[in-house]
Every structure is written in C-alpha cells, then in structure tokens.
C-alpha cells in the first residue's frame, strides 16, 4: 500500500467511524423524537408552539405559502416577502438530532418565506431522527436546511441574531405529526 491509499484508507474508517458513532450515540438518546427536538430547538433559540398560539402571535403582515394557506386558517395578507414581517412556511420534515428544519421551494411554496422576514413560523408534520434520513426525503427542489434562528459573529465575534435572516424561529409540531424513527429512513 502507497502512501496515498494509506491516507484515504485512514480518512474512510475515521469517516464510518464518525456515522456509527453517531447514530449509535443518538439512539441511545432517552427522549423519545419529539421531546429530543424541542430540546434542540430550545438550545438553538427557537421556540415550539400550537398552531392557535402560533396563529394569534404572528406578526402582521405575514406571508403564508400557499400549500399550507388552508391549514393556517388564513389569507396571506402580504404578496410580497420583503415586506412581511413574518413568513409561514411548511417543511419536509424536521431532524430530531439537530433541530434542523427541511424546507424547500416549489409550486405554492417559496423558499424565500423562511428567510427574508424578521419571523420564520415553520409547520411540522414530520420527524426524523438524523439529517441522513432528512436528506432521503429531498425532493428534487432546491431545499434550505434551518438551524435555528439567523445568527452570525461576524464582527469582532459579537453574536448578532437576525443580520443575515430570521431573528425569530417559531415552530409549530402538527398533531397529526409522524415520526420515523428507524435507521433507514422509514
């Protein structure tokens, strides 16, 4: 074996290594999906609330997608997203692990809502447990995966939320919501 393939060999095991490991230490988690995600999404910042409280706290004007218009309850009472001061958007699915939210674009659906408004409220209907699983379920859209709200450091290391995004992250876990739990993704 050349130097070259010892390095790459080396660089493959640490790599499944990391996957197994990791998996392995989040299925020994001991809060079930759920509870493990509004843990991460606390951690992050964002807060979780029902669709009413989420419907009576929005900000106005907000843009509403369309594919989730009807389950929101309302009209979108603003056309354009720079002038929102929230954007309600649908998601593909949320992962347990990291709090992270799958949002993507497409008919009824623009990706900009949840991230030009001051206030992303995001609707769940699924969870996952690892982005691994999250990313199966990528459609061939252009998608946006949301960590919690906006944040960045970038000057003098001052943490500044909302400069480059939401400053407010507000999710809402739909009754109706499944949760997939298996290490394939279903």
């Known amino acids: 074996m050349n130097a070259r393939d010892a390095i790459l060999s080396r660089i493959i095991d640490a790599k ?3 996957t197994y490991q990791s998996y392995k230490a989040y299925t020994s988690y001991s809060l079930p999906p759920i509870e493990r995600f509004k843990e991460r999404l606390a951690a992050l910042g964002a807060r979780t609330m029902s669709l009413d409280e989420a419907r009576d706290r929005c900000p106005r004007p ?27 958007t649908g998601t593909v699915c949320a992962v347990a692990h990291s709090g992270t939210l799958l949002v993507t674009a497409g008919t009824g ?3 900009m809502a949840s991230l ?10 699924k969870i996952v447990l690892t982005l691994d699983q999250a990313m199966r379920l990528v459609p061939q859209q252009t998608s946006v995966l949301v960590t919690g709200p906006s944040r960045t450091a970038d000057i003098e290391g001052v943490l500044v939320n909302g400069v480059h995004g939401p400053g407010q992250l ?10 997939e739990d298996t290490a394939s993704g279903g």
Request: proline share 6%; net charge negative; hydrophobic share 45%.
């Open 16 to 18: 499944e290594d990391r």
């Open 116 to 125: 030009a408004p001051p206030v992303h409220i995001a609707l769940v209907d």
């Open 170 to 179: 507000c999710v809402v876990i739909l009754e109706d919501c499944v949760v």
């Open 62 to 88: 907000a843009y509403v997608d369309q594919d989730i218009a009807g389950l929101w309850g309302e009209p979108s009472t603003c056309d354009d997203i720079w002038q929102a001061a929230a954007g309600v």
């Open 109 to 111: 659906r623009k990706r």
